[in-house]
């Protein structure tokens, strides 16, 4: 309760500051809109936005489900053969040195306007730091376990299912928590570079349009949802346990 | 279970070619506790993860071999300081784990039965958190147990345990483990002293074998014997630092 106090408190301060910048200066709304202003612009707009943002959730809850399953399918594969690792880390490593956002036009260009290079986008974003969590908590488990394992003959496959993995779920849940921060940025640039829907599409329509107050009430929309999607991926990850 | 062999280890154990131990002779008589005693890295837990047919930090150069001449593969099971319960398992699910991790159907019936033995039939679906340290000790017992091997591997299973409870698990050990081919490593004397048919303490340059009371175990640890063996096996230790 105090938390949440604290959360209110500390907004309430920033919405009187942002306010109060606006009537000292007097800049024009076009460049800084009121939070007043903001607030009208989304009620009158509702019906868009809510719109867009149910195409945005789409590509975002999409592209986590995708990038879930196979980033942490890799991550299996890659714990389960030294080899594989050795062949596919420096590869996946390579990988994150190009920018993604850079792939955002050849991404459009291949999969179209549509939800799909969207959803690839969140997809290839969130991959990476899916893998990369669920694959260290799956070798990280202690040795002794492991000997013990070897000890009572345990097949590879058997240790994987009822030792690596369940110890490794919380380093999953680190990863999912991260990844739902990150969809929401994949999508939106997917957004950006080429689409008739979407958070994205109307923040870029309303910026070139001089309606900067609906882009403010796009752009408070995109951050509750992430915020939304963060504490509800938290709260499923929190029934992962903790080894 | 088939009837427990005596272990015999020869050899030297080195460690990036400096001699940790050896070379060595040791046997292990059959169907008996060999407990093993020597001062911190001169490699008593080396020789038990040698044994069990684990990697060592270093390079094992002899032969350990069985009195059947049957392969240790497959009949040795190992006991941690550290209980090694999963935390995600129930006490029922843990001391099953063997049989889950060869992907067989576990003997269920059974399995309660060694937890009825241990004391622990009222905590079955608790997890390995609500238990205490001896609780959870007893569970690595039976999942030691579970496992029905004529070797037993114990790795100082008993040292993080308060006196009193280190006590009964000792107890409880030599009863559930009789008949078995049992190596303890330990650091205790008294505990060597109570529970071991012999005791061997090991040096970088040999095992050395010191005498046992005439008393079968599980000794009485107050009797004037075995204070008496006890405080000259202390003093032994101690002149070999």
């Given at each position: 309760m105090t938390r949440i106090c604290h959360v209110l408190g500390a907004c309430a301060f920033a919405l009187f500051l942002w306010q109060g910048i606006v009537w000292i200066t007097g800049v024009p709304s076009f460049i800084l809109p009121s939070p007043l202003r903001v607030a009208q612009a989304a009620v009158t707009n509702r019906a868009i936005i809510a719109e867009n943002t149910l195409v945005t959730a789409t590509e975002v809850i999409l592209g986590l489900i995708i990038g879930t399953v196979s980033g942490a399918t890799t991550a299996i594969q890659?714990?389960?053969?030294?080899?594989?690792?050795?062949?596919?880390?420096?590869?996946?490593?390579?990988?994150?040195?190009?920018?993604?956002?850079?792939?955002?036009p050849i991404l459009t260009l291949w999969f179209g306007y549509?939800?799909?290079?969207?959803?690839?986008?969140?997809?290839l974003i969130i991959y990476f730091p899916v893998t990369s969590a669920f694959y260290d908590g799956l070798t990280r488990v202690p040795a002794d376990v492991l000997d013990m394992a070897k000890t009572m003959r345990g097949t590879k496959r058997q240790i994987m299912r009822r030792i690596k993995i369940p110890h490794a779920l919380p380093s999953l849940g680190t990863g999912l928590k991260l990844a739902a921060v990150y969809a929401p940025i994949g999508a939106v640039i997917g957004e950006w570079v080429g689409a008739s829907k979407g958070l994205g599409y109307l923040m870029l329509l309303a910026n070139g349009r001089a309606k900067t107050d609906l882009m403010f009430a796009s752009l408070f929309t995109l951050a509750i949802m992430t915020l939304l999607?963060?504490?509800?991926?938290?709260?499923?990850?929190?029934?992962?346990?903790?080894? | 279970m088939t009837q427990a062999p005596a272990i015999h280890v020869r050899g030297t154990h080195e460690v990036d070619g400096v001699r940790q131990f050896g070379p060595l002779d040791v046997r292990m008589p059959a169907g008996k506790w060999t407990c093993i005693l020597g001062r911190s890295g001169v490699g008593k837990s080396t020789l038990l993860r040698l044994i069990a047919g684990l990697t060592t930090a270093g390079e094992f150069d002899g032969h350990i071999t069985t009195s059947d001449a049957g392969t240790l593969e497959g009949r040795v099971t190992v006991m941690a300081q550290?209980?090694?319960?999963?935390?995600?398992?129930?006490?029922?699910?843990?001391?099953?784990?063997?049989?889950?991790?060869?992907?067989?159907?576990?003997?269920?019936?059974?399995?309660?039965?060694?937890l009825d033995r241990v004391g622990l039939s009222g905590h079955l679906d608790k997890r390995p958190n609500a238990l205490s340290g001896g609780m959870r000790q007893r569970t690595a017992l039976a999942r030691t147990l579970?496992?029905?091997?004529?070797?037993?591997?114990?790795?100082?299973?008993?040292?993080?345990?308060?006196?009193?409870t280190r006590a009964d698990m000792q107890e409880l050990a030599a009863e559930v483990l009789a008949a078995k081919t049992v190596l303890l490593v330990t650091h205790d004397p008294a505990e060597a002293v109570r529970l071991g048919h012999q005791i061997t303490v090991l040096t970088p340059d040999a095992a050395q074998t010191w005498p046992t009371l005439h008393i079968p175990p599980i000794r009485d640890q107050y009797a004037p014997a075995t204070v008496g063996c006890q405080a000259g096996l202390l003093a032994h230790l101690r002149e070999m630092r």
């Amino acid at each position: 309760m105090t938390r949440i106090c604290h959360v209110l408190g500390a907004c309430a301060f920033a919405l009187f500051l942002w306010q109060g910048i606006v009537w000292i200066t007097g800049v024009p709304s076009f460049i800084l809109p009121s939070p007043l202003r903001v607030a009208q612009a989304a009620v009158t707009n509702r019906a868009i936005i809510a719109e867009n943002t149910l195409v945005t959730a789409t590509e975002v809850i999409l592209g986590l489900i995708i990038g879930t399953v196979s980033g942490a399918t890799t991550a299996i594969q890659l714990a389960s053969s030294a080899r594989l690792h050795r062949l596919v880390i420096p590869l996946l490593v390579f990988t994150q040195a190009v920018p993604v956002f850079a792939l955002a036009p050849i991404l459009t260009l291949w999969f179209g306007y549509g939800i799909t290079s969207k959803v690839v986008m969140a997809v290839l974003i969130i991959y990476f730091p899916v893998t990369s969590a669920f694959y260290d908590g799956l070798t990280r488990v202690p040795a002794d376990v492991l000997d013990m394992a070897k000890t009572m003959r345990g097949t590879k496959r058997q240790i994987m299912r009822r030792i690596k993995i369940p110890h490794a779920l919380p380093s999953l849940g680190t990863g999912l928590k991260l990844a739902a921060v990150y969809a929401p940025i994949g999508a939106v640039i997917g957004e950006w570079v080429g689409a008739s829907k979407g958070l994205g599409y109307l923040m870029l329509l309303a910026n070139g349009r001089a309606k900067t107050d609906l882009m403010f009430a796009s752009l408070f929309t995109l951050a509750i949802m992430t915020l939304l999607l963060h504490l509800a991926v938290s709260k499923a990850t929190a029934t992962l346990g903790a080894p | 279970m088939t009837q427990a062999p005596a272990i015999h280890v020869r050899g030297t154990h080195e460690v990036d070619g400096v001699r940790q131990f050896g070379p060595l002779d040791v046997r292990m008589p059959a169907g008996k506790w060999t407990c093993i005693l020597g001062r911190s890295g001169v490699g008593k837990s080396t020789l038990l993860r040698l044994i069990a047919g684990l990697t060592t930090a270093g390079e094992f150069d002899g032969h350990i071999t069985t009195s059947d001449a049957g392969t240790l593969e497959g009949r040795v099971t190992v006991m941690a300081q550290s209980d090694l319960l999963l935390p995600w398992l129930s006490v029922l699910e843990n001391t099953v784990l063997g049989a889950r991790l060869r992907g067989e159907d576990p003997d269920m019936k059974k399995a309660q039965g060694l937890l009825d033995r241990v004391g622990l039939s009222g905590h079955l679906d608790k997890r390995p958190n609500a238990l205490s340290g001896g609780m959870r000790q007893r569970t690595a017992l039976a999942r030691t147990l579970m496992e029905d091997r004529p070797i037993a591997l114990l790795d100082e299973p008993f040292s993080a345990l308060d006196a009193s409870t280190r006590a009964d698990m000792q107890e409880l050990a030599a009863e559930v483990l009789a008949a078995k081919t049992v190596l303890l490593v330990t650091h205790d004397p008294a505990e060597a002293v109570r529970l071991g048919h012999q005791i061997t303490v090991l040096t970088p340059d040999a095992a050395q074998t010191w005498p046992t009371l005439h008393i079968p175990p599980i000794r009485d640890q107050y009797a004037p014997a075995t204070v008496g063996c006890q405080a000259g096996l202390l003093a032994h230790l101690r002149e070999m630092r």
